[in-house]
């Protein structure tokens, strides 16, 4: 089982800036990939910006304002958020797509943090 344990929400004017942390812990052979979400209402959760490897994937109504990075060494993903509009209101979600070993096989499961509110205020 693997646990993703977010922080850094809060309430920022919009312009401010935040910076939304997740840790992952437990047991796994590798993390392949982790991202925030966010809750769009009445719909499926979004993709805000995932990392992959080197890769990194936003959003369209993020790019150039927030910034996905990842220390491997921590298992910790960032987002640092920037320019913050009030429709950045949501709450975000850690994700993190995982190698994990189920008796002698390798398989790939998914898992969530529980979510952290960011609100900006107009």
């Known amino acids: 089982q693997v646990q993703l344990v977010e922080s850094g929400g809060g309430l920022v004017q919009a312009g401010g800036s935040l910076r939304l942390s997740c840790a992952a812990s437990?047991?796994?052979?590798?993390?392949?990939?982790m991202g925030w979400y966010r809750q769009v209402p009445l719909k499926q959760r979004e993709l805000v910006a995932e990392?992959?490897?080197?890769?990194?994937n936003y959003v369209d109504s993020v790019k150039g304002r927030f910034t996905i990075s990842r220390d491997n060494a921590k298992n910790t993903v960032s987002l640092q958020m920037n320019s913050l509009k009030p429709e950045d209101t949501d709450v975000y979600y850690c994700?993190?797509?995982?190698?994990?070993?189920?008796?002698?096989?390798?398989?790939?499961?998914?898992?969530w943090g529980q979510g952290t509110q960011v609100t900006v205020s107009s």
């Open positions: 994700h993190a797509e995982v190698l994990t070993l189920s008796g002698t096989v390798a398989i790939t499961s998914h898992f």
């Open positions: 437990g047991s796994f052979l590798r993390i392949n990939s």
């Open positions: 990392i992959r490897g080197s890769t990194t």
